[in-house]
């Protein structure tokens, strides 16, 4: 499995405009076999930063997706809608990642000597 996160500052004149580019690839991206998972959302402390996480199936998944029309356009878009640099993170893992579900009252948090309260 391939996991990319990736932050991208959209300049504040242009945030509406780049939030609808961003949710067009997002939805079209979802659509694509092999995407496991791919949100995009705002920062909460920059509201003008746009983080997305995505996961694929494999190597050959990613590379079909930069591949397509939509991601194409996507990124000659991107210096219309940016303002500063972008980074990205990419890890790829050998087994699908543990995912854990729980209620906020089922949330456990450390004690004070770091055993874990329930």
Do not use: C, K, N, W
């Amino acid at each position: 499995m391939i996991v990319v996160q990736t932050s991208i500052p959209v300049a504040s004149d242009r945030r509406d405009e780049a939030l609808e580019v961003i949710a067009a690839l997002v939805e079209r991206s979802r659509e694509e076999d092999g995407v496991v998972d791919y949100r995009a959302t705002t920062d909460l402390q920059d509201p003008d930063v746009v983080r997305f996480f995505e996961r694929y199936e494999d190597e050959t998944v990613l590379e079909a997706h930069v591949r397509t029309d939509h991601y194409r356009a996507f990124v000659a878009d991107l210096p219309d809608l940016t303002d500063g640099r972008l980074e990205t993170v990419r890890f790829e893992l050998d087994e699908e990642p543990e995912v854990v579900r729980f209620d906020a009252a089922e949330a456990s948090l450390p004690d004070a000597e770091g055993a874990e309260r329930a």
